[in-house]
Each structure stands twice: as structure tokens, then as C-alpha cells.
Nanobody, 119 residues
Framework: QEQLVESGGGLVQAGGSLRLSCSASGIIFSIYAMGWYRQAPGEQREMVATITRDGRTNYKDSVKGRFTISRDNAKNTVYLQMNSLKPEDTDVYYC?????????????WGQGTQVTVSS
């Protein structure tokens, strides 16, 4: 069964760092893209950073220069290094995996990990 297991969330002071990890298991197809999204209560889920299998990255404007996404294709694992954290980065962070077929995409989501940045 497909499963995304996230780790690395927690509480940190403003200016601090955290590293999120997400390992995908049970997925038999080649993963096209992996990424991180975040969502506050009552808000829509938004993209934080994504990375394709060949290493192309995309970042939310407000995290550029502070967050770095990377992946280990052999381990089906994606990482998000978060530096210079701000209170507004506080959210639940969700790991995302996309499988791309010829005519459709298949998406998987992790259970979410809380990131709290205190001022």
C-alpha cells in the first residue's frame, strides 16, 4: 500500500531552522514530482516547494532564499531544509507525490507535520 511518512516538524524560534523529510513507499511507478505544501486552518493548501525527478525546482516567492528542497530518487525521499524561519511560516506541512501518466496524474499526500515558529 502506498504511504508517505513525514518527519522533522516541531517548534522553533524565529530565525531558526528545521529539516522536513518525507519517504514514499509502496509506489511502484516512477515518481514524477515531489514537494511540500502547507495549510493553515480555514485556508487553502498552498505550494511551498516542488522538485521534479530531473531536479527542476519551484518555490513559493516568500520562501525563496530561505528554503531548499532536495530529493533522493533512489530512496523516494524528499527533503525541505528551512532556514531563517519566520512566525508566518507556521502551518501544517504536507508532503506531496505526483505520478505522471500519459493522460492523467496520480497524487498522494502525507498526513501532515506541524511546524510552529515562535516570535
Amino acid at each position: 500500500q502506498e504511504q508517505l511518512v513525514e518527519s522533522g516538524g516541531g517548534l522553533v524560534q524565529a530565525g531558526g531552522s528545521l529539516r522536513l523529510s518525507c519517504s514514499a513507499s509502496g509506489i511502484i511507478f516512477s515518481i514524477y514530482a515531489m514537494g511540500w505544501y502547507r495549510q493553515a486552518p480555514g485556508e487553502q493548501r498552498e505550494m511551498v516547494a516542488t522538485i521534479t525527478r530531473d531536479g527542476r525546482t519551484n518555490y513559493k516567492d516568500s520562501v525563496k532564499g530561505r528554503f531548499t528542497i532536495s530529493r533522493d530518487n533512489a530512496k523516494n525521499t524528499v527533503y525541505l531544509q528551512m532556514n531563517s524561519l519566520k512566525p508566518e511560516d507556521t502551518d501544517v506541512y504536507y508532503c506531496h507525490v505526483r505520478i505522471r501518466f500519459a493522460e492523467h496524474d496520480l497524487d498522494y499526500w502525507g498526513q501532515g507535520t506541524q511546524v510552529t515558529v515562535s516570535s
